[in-house]
């Protein structure tokens, strides 16, 4: 076999090519193979070289994805696997370590995992501090995750008080499950408790509504790329900020300490 080169998995966060990490960045300059879906690669189409190949996949391709990944690096090439967000976090890194691991190459051939910002994180640094305590992330996309799975998750986080954060929230063909998603929230949640659905933060067509719970599911701007956020019980939003309390109100005096440190 010949000597294999070196796959790295890269996050490219939410779009725009101002949140990648240096480290990231570096990574791809050095890769002479650039696999991902399509739109990931318009989006960093801008630093890629002339020489490096570009070898862009369409949605639903992600087996064949990780493979050809698999296969190029197997002939000595340095392959850079891109996925956006985080590459952890509903993307490739999984699936390809689960077919090397079916291949029998697991430890042999070289693997570096480099974050990325995913789109929750960027939403959040959008609106103010929607996620400054405990939260989840439940995607409502039932094609590799049983419907019946997603209602018990959506269940136990509206009853434990979590933020909730909802990722792929329609599509062309699921059309009511959004909806759906609702109203087993309201079962637990209060109608007005606020909301904020983000597209495209970032990136020049971005777009933010914040709404309440009830409302979610009222507005046309809504696709698979669309993250929705649906506060706790101690969330609220002001003119400018959508907050979730993190608790130090109740523990300290802040007028004390702002006299104490002359604020």
């Not at 791809?28 to 890629?48: D, F, M, N």
């Not at 689960?98 to 609106?127: M, N, R, Y």
């Not at 329609?170 to 929230?185: C, D, M, Q, V, W």
Request: with cysteine; hydrophobic share 40%; net charge neutral.
């Amino acid at each position: 076999m010949k000597e294999s080169g070196k796959i790295t998995v890269i996050g490219t966060g939410p779009g725009d090519i101002g949140h990648l990490s240096k480290k990231a960045l570096d990574a791809i300059g050095e890769a002479e193979v650039v696999i991902g879906y399509s739109s990931y690669l318009r989006q960093i189409g801008g630093i890629l070289r002339e020489d490096q190949r570009k070898m862009p996949f369409n949605m639903k391709d992600e087996i064949e994805r990780c493979e050809t990944v698999v296969e190029r690096s197997l002939e000595g090439k340095k392959v850079a696997l891109i996925s956006g967000g985080d590459a952890g976090i509903y993307g490739m890194s999984g699936l390809l370590l689960e077919i090397i691991d079916k291949k029998s190459l697991t430890g042999k051939v070289p693997i570096e995992f480099i974050p990325g910002i995913p789109a929750f994180c960027a939403v959040s640094a959008t609106i103010g501090a929607p996620i400054a305590n405990d939260f989840c992330v439940i995607s409502l996309s039932n094609l590799l995750t049983p419907w019946q799975d997603i209602e018990k998750r959506l269940r136990a986080a509206s009853m434990g008080n979590f933020v909730i954060i909802i990722y792929n929230p329609k599509s062309k063909r699921r059309i009511e499950g959004l909806t759906t998603a609702k109203n087993i929230l309201l079962e637990n949640i209060e109608k007005d408790r606020p909301a904020a659905i983000a597209n495209a933060v970032t990136r020049p067509d971005e777009e933010i509504i914040i709404t309440t719970l009830e409302n979610i599911d009222n507005f046309d701007i809504v696709t698979m790329n669309t993250t929705i956020i649906v506060g706790n019980s101690d969330t609220y939003v002001n003119d400018l900020y959508m907050i979730t309390k993190r608790g130090y109100g109740n523990k300290y005096d802040l007028d004390k300490i702002k006299k104490r440190s002359k604020i």
